[in-house]
């Protein structure tokens, strides 16, 4: 399995220590980074864009990124398939013949057309962002 490599500016660099509150509850937590450690966000599709079409995937082969997400307050060590076959999307009335990534811990399903990220789909908590297309 290969370790995604992309554009170093993307990666985490330091320590970090968060505050959370809610409900008057405050929890602190305190994070080391490896090298090589790169942030997303479960409802932000943008930072996997950045991920996954910078780090030019081939189809047919796994990949491995040590990622931060802050709502699990954690790393994770995720690991990618890029299907050998392309798949179609239908959106809007409109067929594109789609990369699809998939990532098994996370249950996570990403539709790339042409260095576009057009629908990541979330199995594990029944979430799809879809871009808009004009």
Known sequence: MQSISI???FF?????ISKISFNN????????FPEGTFLVENNMPGLWEILLISSNME???RYNAMVFIPQGGSLFNLE???NNDLQTLNLNGEQY???????SRLELRFYIYEGT????RNENQDVIFTRFLS
């Open 117 to 120: 990220l057009l629908q990541m």
């Open 59 to 61: 189809q047919g082969q």
């Open 97 to 103: 013949s789609c990369t699809v990534i998939q990532e």
């Open 25 to 32: 509850d405050t929890v602190t937590t305190s994070n080391e």
């Open 12 to 16: 985490l660099k330091r320590a970090r």
């Open 7 to 9: 554009l170093p500016n």
């Open 80 to 82: 990618f398939y890029v």
